[in-house]
């Protein structure tokens, strides 16, 4: 089955309002982030996105941020992201904040069909025993906080029961891929991208170099074609640099 898609714009024009999506990448290595500009001028609002940062000002999901277009995120580290702190300190912005290693399970078990998974991060914390702020009033208060988790034993352990993630699209950024929609990641931005793959229902993937079925060795295959509905040819993209550090003479 052939998959590609002639745009990005086309790729993503069927998001809904109001749609989960997952989004591979970490800071801005790995980001999809010819179809996040798509979805920008496509126009979908009200989202909820899961992602390791959520973007950074300017550039990625930020784009999406500072238009207003997402409800609510899952996300882990967001240190670096002016725009989400002001909109969620305010109240205008829904974030669950999860332990990065959690979040990938999370996205992993949704592509795998696992409802919940019992892990030990987050034991003995707010992330288990509830309270955590999922969004600020106007005036500094917590409007609503998390809930608590089920908690369980395990051979004299304390492990806290996390939940599955089910994305309703996913948008991910391949080094390689063929029409069946095998993908094939280069080094570091890998990173969130095979798990955000796998937990979408429908999986949009950019990739820079497009091969002939038949083309890729099996064994280098990281995401394979099942997990993917829809792949955009989009040629060598450049990385920004999140932060650049150079030695002082």
Not at 98 to 111: F, I, K, N, V
Not at 152 to 169: C, W
Not at 195 to 200: K, L, M, N, R
Request: include cysteine; hydrophobic fraction near 40%.
């Amino acid at each position: 089955m052939d998959k590609v898609v002639a745009s990005a714009a086309e790729a993503v024009a069927d998001i809904p309002d109001g749609a989960t999506v997952a989004v591979g990448g970490f800071g801005l290595v790995g980001i999809p982030e010819l179809l996040i500009n798509a979805r920008l001028d496509q126009g979908a609002t009200d989202l909820e996105t899961v992602s390791n940062n959520c973007g950074t000002d300017g550039f990625g999901l930020g784009l999406l941020l500072e238009k207003g277009r997402i409800r609510r995120t899952i996300s882990s580290y967001v240190g670096s992201n002016k725009e989400f702190a002001r909109q969620y300190l305010s109240g205008e912005l829904e974030g669950e904040l999860t332990p990065q290693g959690t979040l990938a399970e999370r996205m992993r078990a949704g592509g795998a069909g696992i409802p919940a998974f019992f892990t030990p991060a987050g034991v003995g914390t707010l992330v288990a025993e509830g309270g955590l702020p999922l969004r600020y009033a106007p005036d500094g208060s917590i409007a609503k906080g998390s809930p608590p988790k089920e908690t369980r034993e395990f051979n004299g352990e304390t492990y806290v029961l996390e939940q599955g993630i089910f994305a309703d699209y996913a948008l991910v950024h391949a080094w390689k891929g063929d029409r069946h929609g095998n993908l094939v990641y280069r080094a570091s931005a890998r990173n969130f991208n095979p798990p955000a793959a796998s937990c979408g229902r429908i999986t949009i993937a950019q990739v820079e170099h497009l091969v002939e079925p038949g083309e890729l060795d099996p064994d280098q295959v990281h995401t394979p074609g099942i997990h993917v509905q829809r792949v955009v040819p989009v040629g060598k993209v450049s990385v920004g640099i999140e932060i650049r550090t150079v030695r002082e003479e």
